[in-house]
């Protein structure tokens, strides 16, 4: 009779465990499923800059090791709202406690701790809110690294832009030398001769310095890429950006809506929010249920007609919050940190607009200085060297002129393309500064 009751009773506890288990199943639950696109692959498309920012996004160890972490958070939520485990009791007498139905032996008992209504939907919040400020770190880390890629990408086009320039103007030192020779020969002045090959070796100087900073962004650009290959193909050739008038307010308002730092903050700010929430708790009592089960031996010499039977009860607890200052103490606790995380935003927010500003002041006086090199001082350093070029085949000019005029041409091209590639480099940066957006 014993055995066929307590297998009666397990089957009973098993029944009341499920049950337990269907009710925490059945609480409202809003999972994030992680399917939002990682926004800076709207960039993978933009000028020569691009395809190496796509190929950075799959293969950067430290953006893996983000994404990582914000899947990691996101499978928090799956339990962050669940009921907390049901315990399980055995008691074993060792002296059998005799009573009228028979010694009692063993007991069993089961409890489900139940928090107060609304604090698991609050613990959900919480992990969701964590896990959203982890998915904006992690687009963040994306625009930090496209920023980086840009800045190298062009540093390096550049520099090839530059070198390219710098080799022109030494194949044409060559030639001149070779002109000078020929008159040294026939008499000429030897200064001269030795002017140009001062300037020739010069510009090698700034060869090797050129080609020496251009191995450096490359192994910079090599590491962000994670990749260490040699076989990097950039492009040869590419335009300065276009020299129309800048929407500086548009560029403002998009980062002040679209920056993922504002947007991380933002969520962790609403989690703050949930955890004050979550503190207020901290005064409420929190419920249990349980059932107890003891196990009867039959009463020997007894006529009772529950002799042997196993007596079972159910059992509610609740528990005590009466320790008022250390509950009142989170709750303060919980509240300040929601308003310093408020104060964070309101001084990222100012941060970033003043970000903003500067590199659009960046992006107009590239271009401005684009204009003049345009119109105005790349036409007249031509002319000049030209006229420098002329007259010294004329006598009417010193070698030393045609050096000055080669020079000032020279660095009149390179500075050139520097300012193009400021001007990409702040386009860039004010595209990631403002989570993606791009004003052609």
């Known amino acids: 009779m014993t055995s066929v009751t307590t297998r009666s009773t ?7 465990v499920l049950g337990f288990t269907i009710c925490g199943s059945l609480l409202p639950v809003a999972l994030a499923n992680g399917s939002q696109e990682t926004t800076a692959y709207g960039l993978a498309d933009r000028d020569i800059v691009g395809p190496f920012i796509a190929v950075a996004l799959e293969n950067n160890p430290e ?11 996101r499978q928090s939520i799956d339990y962050a709202g669940a009921l907390p485990n049901p315990r399980v009791q055995l008691t074993h ?22 928090p107060w209504f609304g604090k698991l939907d609050t613990t959900r919040q919480i992990a969701r809110s964590q896990s959203e400020s982890l998915w904006h770190s992690y687009a963040s880390q994306q625009f930090e690294l496209a920023d980086k890629i840009a ?19 030494a194949s044409l030192l060559n030639r001149l030398e070779a002109i000078v020779e020929d008159k040294v020969k026939a008499g000429g002045d030897l200064s001269d001769l030795l002017k140009i090959q001062v300037e020739a070796h010069r510009l090698e100087d700034t060869l090797a310095s050129q080609q020496t900073k251009r191995v450096m962004s490359l192994a910079t650009l090599q590491s962000l890429l994670g990749s260490d290959s040699e076989t990097l193909q950039l492009p040869s050739d590419w335009n300065a950006p276009s020299l129309a008038s800048t929407r500086e307010q548009e560029w403002l308002d998009a980062i002040r809506q679209r920056s993922p730092k504002l947007a991380m903050l933002r969520s ?14 901290a005064a409420k009592p929190d419920l249990s249920v349980g059932i107890n089960y003891i196990r009867t031996g039959q009463s020997l010499g007894s006529n009772a007609p529950d002799n042997g039977k196993d007596p079972w009860a159910i059992m509610v607890g609740i528990s005590l919050p009466i320790w008022g200052k250390a509950n009142n103490a989170i709750a303060l606790q919980a509240s300040l940190e929601k308003e310093a995380m408020e104060a964070d935003i309101r001084g990222l927010e100012l941060e970033l607009n003043a970000t903003g500003k500067s590199l659009l002041a960046r992006l107009a006086d590239s271009k401005a200085r684009m204009i003049r090199y345009e119109t105005k001082l790349l036409p007249l350093a031509r002319q000049a060297q030209e006229i420098s070029a002329s007259s010294y085949q004329t006598g009417k000019a010193s070698i030393l002129d045609l050096i000055d005029s080669e020079r000032a041409l020279l660095k009149l091209e390179t500075e050139y393309w520097r300012a193009a590639a400021d001007a990409w480099q702040a386009r860039w940066k004010l595209a990631s500064l403002a989570g993606g957006f791009w004003l052609n």
């Open 10 to 16: 397990l089957r009973t506890l098993q029944t009341l």
């Open 63 to 73: 953006l893996q090791a983000a994404e990582k972490r914000y899947q990691a958070a």
């Open 93 to 114: 007498f060792v002296e059998s406690i005799q009573t009228r139905t028979g010694p009692q032996r063993q007991a069993i008992s089961l409890q489900q701790p139940l």
């Open 151 to 169: 800045s190298s990408v062009l540093e390096i086009a550049f520099l090839d832009k530059a070198i390219a320039i710098t080799k022109q103007n």
């Open 268 to 281: 962790l700010a609403e989690n703050q929010a949930s955890r004050e929430r979550l503190a207020q708790f």
